[in-house]
Each structure stands twice: as C-alpha cells, then as structure tokens.
C-alpha cells in the first residue's frame, strides 16, 4: 500500500464550485504540505503544517484552505474554484525527526475548473 | 529574493553521460535536494547535499559547492528509463525550514 494517498486522482468541476482534496499518510510523519505544479513554474507551495495544531500559508495560499484532521490527513479546499486553479496537486510528508526531511510525495490530484 | 535556476530541457544519449546544472539564491541554506519525476507522477527522492562536494550512489551522483549557490545532478550510463524531470530544491533554514523548488530540468534520453 501506498505511504502517502490522495483522493480523488482527477476532478473536473465548474467555476464557482467548492471542492475539497484529500491526503492520507501512513509514515507517521508530523510534517504535511499541499503543492501545485504547472507547466514551466515547479512545485510551489500552497499550505502546509508542521503538526495537528499548526497550520502555515506557504507562497500561493490565495483561494485555498486547509484542516489537519489529525497527524495523518491533511485535507485541501478551494472555496469558490476558478478556471486558473487547474494543475496537479500534491500532498507531501516529512519526518520532524531527519536532519534531511526529505519530502515524500502522494501520487497527485489532476484538477481541472471549467 | 529566492530563485532556482535549472535548464529547462536536455537530451542524450542511451549509455552516455549527462549533467544537470542548478543554481540557487535562496534565505539561508539547509541542504539541496534532487528529485526525480516522471510525466504524471508524483517527484521521488534521489540525492540530498548539505556539505560541499559529491555524493555517489550508483548511476547517479549530485555535486554542491555553497559558496557559488551551485549543484548539480551527474547521470551515467544512461537508459531509457532515466527520460524525466529532474527537480532541484533548496531547503532554507528560516521561516519554517521550507524546500524552494526549481521549475524542472526534462531530460530526454534517445537511443
């Protein structure tokens, strides 16, 4: 079974539609984050939260929120979606307790807003 | 400000060497990440530097000099397989210890 799960794998939704993504983590990680990537730009970062009680805007937040549910579900809504939020979206986890902290990452939501 | 720079696209060839060139100016360093992506799937870990010089693992090996923000990605002996994104990031050691990452080197390996 996969470490690091995202539901759903692909959404097609209106303009003006709320939706929510969702992360799962088995690693045990403290650590969550919500990425998306766009052609030419990379991953940039939207929320993320270092445990339950903490949650952090990253450099994009605008037009999103974020719950932490618990250490391990990490969960990504788009209020009111717009056509300019369609990209692949994808949750992350990291260990509090590596000096590295690599990132491990879900296998991405594909979104697209109509 | 923060930036990192990676070519957007290279080719090579099945069986010969390619480098993969990132430079970076980023608030504080905390070590510099290589990961790799296949089209449609999720980034996965490959090489993490924090002290300047190499580190070898198998096929691959990633080169970090701080004092010049530069790093790069060495592939060997190249296969079919390697044909992906290569992502450079750079974990800062202010504002919460959060990974910039570059826009992506796509590298297409032809036979």
């Known amino acids: 079974d996969a470490d690091v799960t995202q539901t759903p794998r692909n959404r097609i939704t209106k303009t003006g539609k709320r939706i929510m993504l969702e992360c799962s983590q088995t690693k045990g990680h403290d650590r969550m984050y919500w990425y998306r990537q766009d052609p030419g730009l990379g991953l940039r970062l939207i929320y993320y939260s270092f445990d339950v009680k903490d949650i952090n805007k990253g450099e994009i937040s605008d037009g999103y929120s974020v719950s932490r549910q618990a250490q391990a579900k990490f969960s990504l809504s788009l209020e009111s979606a717009i056509p300019n939020q369609t990209a692949l979206y994808f949750c992350a986890t990291s260990d509090l307790g590596t000096s590295q902290e690599t990132q491990y990452f879900g296998p991405g939501t594909r979104l697209l807003v109509l | 400000g923060q930036n990192i720079d990676q070519p957007t696209e290279m080719t090579a060839t099945e069986g010969a060497i390619v480098q993969i060139n990132c430079t970076y100016q980023?608030?504080?360093?905390?070590?510099l990440f290589w990961y790799q992506q296949h089209a449609g799937e999720a980034p996965t870990f490959l090489s993490y530097?924090?002290?300047?010089g190499l580190e070898e693992k198998g096929r691959f090996s990633s080169f970090l000099s701080r004092s010049k923000g530069y790093s790069y990605l060495l592939l060997k002996e190249l296969q079919m397989k390697d044909s992906a994104s290569y992502l450079c990031?750079?974990?800062?050691?202010?504002?919460?210890?959060?990974?910039?990452f570059g826009a992506g080197t796509r590298l297409f390996v032809k036979a």
């Open positions: 530097n924090v002290l300047d």
């Open positions: 990031a750079v974990r800062g050691n202010t504002g919460g210890f959060k990974t910039i």
């Open positions: 980023t608030s504080g360093f905390n070590g």
